[in-house]
């Protein structure tokens, strides 16, 4: 079947201008999560979402990111006022539910550049 | 508070001789544990997780590693690496017991460079 799949893959823009990541979670998993990736660096936890339930924002940087998702499926990251920090890949992933302890499955990411 | 450690940036090792990626971790109860690996320009694959059970854990594509409580550890390991093995790894780590159990943190990742 279809993974989760992101969009754009790639993505060149100037300081201070806003961008919007999206992410389509593989159907009927429940958990979304947004994480970025920094060179030569792990995972940051960004935002979570599960099902109908608050989102858990305690992984955004600053204010300048939000995230929401629609519907219960696809999911945008925005980012306001872009800054040169803010270049990494941006990775998406979802989780069938709660019960599936955690496995997550990715998509390949947007590589986001701030000029 | 949950957190893993992967202390080693890069592993080196000759194709056919075995290979140690390592993992240990912090939880106050009992771990999920996990390995994903990630090739160039992809997101990250689920390579094997550890629930409960045997503490070896067999994977996909022959993937294996080593759950050890009482080091916390949760090491990738295989008796002959291949160059197909050669990619970046990650761990990672649920505490279900804890606050935030849905969000595992993840270990800074290993290279695994293996040569001919």
């Known amino acids: 079947g279809a993974g989760v799949s992101q969009s754009p893959s790639n993505k060149v823009t100037e300081k201070g201008k806003d961008v919007e990541l999206r992410c389509d979670p593989i159907s009927g998993h429940t958990a979304l999560y947004w994480y970025r990736q920094s060179l030569g660096q792990g995972l940051e936890f960004l935002i979570y979402?599960?099902?109908?339930?608050?989102?858990?924002k305690s992984g955004l940087p600053s204010d300048r990111f939000s995230a929401e998702r629609t519907g219960g499926s696809v999911s945008t990251l925005t980012i306001q006022r872009t800054q040169q920090e803010d270049s990494a890949v941006y990775l998406c992933?979802?989780?069938?539910?709660?019960?599936?302890?955690?496995?997550?499955?990715f998509g390949p990411g947007t590589r986001l550049l701030v000029l | 508070a949950q957190s893993v450690a992967q202390p080693e940036d890069q592993v080196n090792v000759a194709e056919g001789n075995p290979l140690t990626v390592k993992c240990t971790y912090s939880?106050?109860?009992?771990?999920?544990l996990f390995w994903y690996v990630q090739y160039p320009n992809r997101g990250l694959q689920f390579l094997l997780k550890?629930?409960?059970?045997?503490?070896l854990v067999k994977g996909s594509y022959g993937f294996e590693a080593e759950f050890n409580k009482s080091q916390t550890s949760f090491h990738r390991k295989n008796p002959s690496a291949l160059g197909r093995d050669s990619a970046l790894y990650f761990c990672a780590v649920r505490d279900p017991g804890g606050g935030g159990s849905y969000i595992p943190t993840f270990g800074r990742g290993t290279s695994l460079i293996v040569h001919p």
């Open positions: 992933a979802s989780s069938p539910d709660r019960g599936a302890y955690g496995t997550q499955y």
């Open positions: 979402f599960q099902g109908n339930s608050a989102p858990d």
């Open positions: 939880v106050s109860g009992n771990p999920y």
């Open positions: 550890y629930i409960t059970g045997d503490n």
